[in-house]
């Protein structure tokens, strides 16, 4: 295995009970032990109309966790560019990287991270998924140095060269990472399908630009560990327990766990949820190593973005120093091999 990174993708989940303000406040937290721990990004998602997810406002979520830490890049997992213009992107990232120089990070995505009827009243154009290559182009290009004469340009962001990631969750996102040179993140920490088939997609087609020689993978996973499988597996409810409900068409905040995880089993495959979250490592510090390891061995990623949806603010920053520790032990074995 290679010295594969780990990164962190955080919806800052509102766990029932809790207020906005602490799930942000939750949100600083990690990263500021993320970033002692090793990670090397931390990413908010854009969601709307989500009682549970508190990172709607994603460029402004990206500020405060940029302003409380020092050296950990932060960015957008991701914005999801069809719902806004490319030229604001451009300005919101140009002062976020003007704020915090060399530490921001922009990916983005076509879908809505919504439904249909919030993406009208955000005032989305509902055709946006069909020109969005042409919206990432147009958010490259404002990133460059401005030429003489330019009409439109985006101030602060002009030569700033945000670094612009391609998120998907099938092979349209792999198509157009490919054809366009950049790095790409999957999602198969939610949409497992495509996963294998979209990483070949990408790797074959890729295209080497000024931004990136090579092909550049990061997966989604989620990892839930905790000191014995028993307890990793009673924290994973929560996130089991969310998926169903958004599955049923019935999203919330996020609830607590339950005692008994074998409960969940009908309901996970009567809505398609355990199949969502089949890419999930959960158990106790060798599980997660063992499980981490074959993941990466399966896809050779190149980075790794671990997500975790834990009900208990000082479970879930255990989970991520478990999962920090378990890429040290597994570069500790790559090194004794080597």
Known sequence: MNNVPFSVLDLVPVAAGNTVKQSLNN????????????????WLAEHHNMTGVASAATSVVIGYIAGG?????????????????????????????????GRIDLGVGRAPGSDQVTARAMRRNLTGPDTFPQDVVELQHYFQPAEPGQAVQ?????????????????????????????PYAFASHF????????????????????????????????????????????????????FINLRSGNPGQLPPPVDHPERLDYALRQTGAGQMLRYAVVGAPDTVQQGLARFIDQTQADELMITA?????????????????AREALVGEMVSVG
């Open 309 to 325: 949806q834990i009900f208990d603010h000082t479970a879930r920053l255990h989970s991520f120093e478990l999962a920090a520790q």
């Open 27 to 42: 949100a600083l937290d990690l990263a500021q032990h993320a970033e002692t721990w090793g990670y090397n990004r931390y």
């Open 154 to 182: 985006a101030m602060p962001g002009a030569g700033l060269n945000v670094p612009v990631w391609i998120l998907g969750s099938s092979l349209f996102g792999a198509q157009l990472a490919a054809m366009l040179g950049l």
């Open 69 to 101: 830490t020092q050296t950990i890049r932060v960015g957008s997992g991701g914005i999801m560019l069809p719902n806004h213009s490319p030229l604001v992107i451009a300005e919101q990232f140009g002062t976020l990287a003007s704020l915090y120089p």
């Open 191 to 242: 949409a497992p399908d495509a996963l294998m088939q979209a990483l070949h997609t990408y790797r074959t087609q890729f295209q080497p630009s000024e931004t990136l020689k090579k092909p550049y993978v990061m997966l989604g996973v989620n990892v839930v560990a905790a000191d014995t499988d028993a307890e990793a597996k009673r924290l994973f409810t929560s996130a089991q327990q969310q």
